[in-house]
């Protein structure tokens, strides 16, 4: 075995285990350095298969940013030393079935699919096209699918502080 597969092996381990934590763990603090494990831990694997831009972003964006957003919203909105109640066993099960449907039908799509041979030519990148697809709005562009990301994120934090609010009544 050599050092890339050990290491790969090494982050998907803490990647699955700390995601299976983050869903399970009581303690909605607890889940948030959970996720923040999770998601530097795919920076790692970014940085491992040399997508260095790729892993940057993510370590900027969502462990550096959204992860610190969350960790700050649930300092301000809500008590920390409370425990989430526990889940009742009707809703245990549907939850079992559900994710183990998932993680069966994805390992046999993932075994199926004939995944292509990469050739041994190169492609140059030029900054200029890398630019120019991050503010377009064409058919390559990621202009739109950055903006829709960015209200559902909003949405998200708007209906986070709306549930974490406390009543008065």
């Not at 409370?82 to 809703?91: C, D, G, I, R, V």
Request: aromatic content about 12%; hydrophobic content about 60%.
């Amino acid at each position: 075995m050599t050092s890339n597969q050990f290491m790969f092996l090494l982050f998907s381990a803490v990647i699955v285990i700390f995601s299976v934590l983050t869903v399970t763990s009581r303690r909605i603090l607890r889940a948030a350095i959970f996720l923040l494990f999770v998601l530097v831990s795919t920076a790692c694997l970014y940085f491992l298969l040399k997508y260095n831009f790729l892993a940057a972003i993510q370590l900027i964006v969502y462990a550096g940013g959204i992860v610190v957003l969350i960790i700050f919203s649930i300092l301000l909105t809500s008590h920390i030393a409370e425990k989430l109640p526990s889940a009742s066993l009707m809703k245990k099960w549907p939850a079992a079935i559900v994710a183990l449907i998932g993680a069966a039908l994805s390992i046999t799509v993932i075994l199926q699919y004939a995944f292509p041979g990469v050739n041994g030519s190169t492609q140059t990148v030029d900054v200029t096209h890398v630019g120019n697809s991050l503010i377009n709005y064409g058919k390559y562009g990621y202009a739109l699918p950055f903006e829709v990301i960015s209200i559902l994120l909003l949405a998200a934090m708007i209906g986070g502080i709306i549930l974490a609010k406390k009543r008065k009544d």
